[in-house]
């Protein structure tokens, strides 16, 4: 596996926060998620493979329902 770890920045309307999510496969075969924001504690959560599966499908269902501006 390789040791890769994504970080998304968010695009919060205030821009005097800044949110970063961070994702990587844990050592128990596990979707790590944390959410950190410069003024709270930062959160995760930790999915096995059909929950981050689910959570996938259901990500992408809701970006399509995004309207786009093109």
Do not use: H, W
């Amino acid at each position: 596996m390789a040791k890769v770890k994504l970080l998304y920045c968010g695009t919060e309307k205030s821009q005097t926060e800044n949110y970063t999510l961070v994702m990587y496969a844990n050592s128990n075969n596990e979707i790590y998620i944390s959410i950190d924001s410069e003024d709270e504690q930062p959160s995760f959560i930790c999915l096995d493979r059909s929950t981050a599966i689910k959570l996938s499908k259901e990500l992408r269902k809701e970006i399509s329902n995004l309207k786009t501006d093109e």
